[in-house]
T-cell receptor
Framework: DSGVTQTPKHLITATGQRVTLRCSPR?????VYWYQQSLDQGLQFLIQ???????AKGNILERFSAQQFPDLHSELNLSSLELGDSALYFC?????????????FGPGTRLTVL | GQSLEQPSEVTAVEGAIVQINCTYQ??????LSWYQQHDGGAPTFLSY????GLEETGRFSSFLSRSDSYGYLLLQELQMKDSASYFC?????????FGQGTELSVKP
């Protein structure tokens, strides 16, 4: 158990819908990262937050957005869902977001878009 | 841009030694990390090399050569539980960029 929690564990929805994935980082960690893992794309970095502010952005689609709240939990919002958005979404946290620091991954949310 | 190359699959027998290579092309290189992921599970951190040389942690070692843009993960005394996917990853501009992963199968 990494100490990072993610809800829900599984999510099944239809194309065109909107969903929200939630992540609570390890106690004391200020930085949160979101990753998407699909079979054909591997583990793709989406976005990083540090203490409520966006710090780095990957190839995150415009249909996707995220935020980190004052209590440091984070939410990833996916809208206008497409079949290709079906994937495992991981949240990770680290103490200060510095390069080389171990990132602690949550168990992931498996999203299925039908 | 950045890219990482690692073999897609490696097979070895229990008790053996296996080396998983990773070559990278990236600007603003800070270091090379390795993560392990069991099927469907969360990736877990194994090691980080910022400087050239070998880092050893128990049965696992990781090596980096910055001049060759190359690193490897060495797994010794392989156990069945080591069957998993192994990812190398580089930091660039605050982003952790992962390779496609190497699926290691350990046979009895």
């Amino acid at each position: 158990d990494s100490g990072v929690t993610q809800t829900p564990k599984h999510l099944i929805t239809a194309t065109g819908q909107r969903v929200t994935l939630r992540c609570s980082p390890r106690s004391g960690d200020l930085s949160v990262y979101w990753y998407q893992q699909s079979l054909d794309q591997g583990l793709q970095f989406l976005i990083q937050y540090y203490n409520g502010e966006e710090r780095a952005k990957g190839n995150i689609l415009e249909r996707f957005s995220a935020q980190q709240f004052p209590d440091l939990h984070s939410e990833l919002n996916l809208s206008s869902l497409e079949l290709g958005d079906s994937a495992l979404y991981f949240c990770a946290s680290s103490p200060d977001g510095k390069a080389g620091n171990e990132q602690f991954f949550g168990p992931g949310t498996r999203l299925t878009v039908l | 841009g950045q890219s990482l190359e690692q073999p897609s699959e490696v097979t070895a027998v229990e008790g053996a030694i296996v080396q998983i290579n990773c070559t990278y092309q990236t600007s603003g290189f800070y270091g090379l990390s390795w993560y392990q992921q069991h099927d469907g599970g969360a990736p877990t951190f194994l090691s980080y090399n910022a400087l050239d040389g070998l880092e050893e942690t128990g049965r696992f070692s990781s090596f980096l050569s910055r001049s060759d843009s190359y690193g490897y993960l060495l797994l010794q005394e392989l156990q069945m539980k080591d069957s998993a996917s192994y990812f190398c990853a580089v930091y660039q501009g605050g982003k952790l960029i992962f390779g496609q992963g190497t699926e290691l199968s350990v046979k009895p």
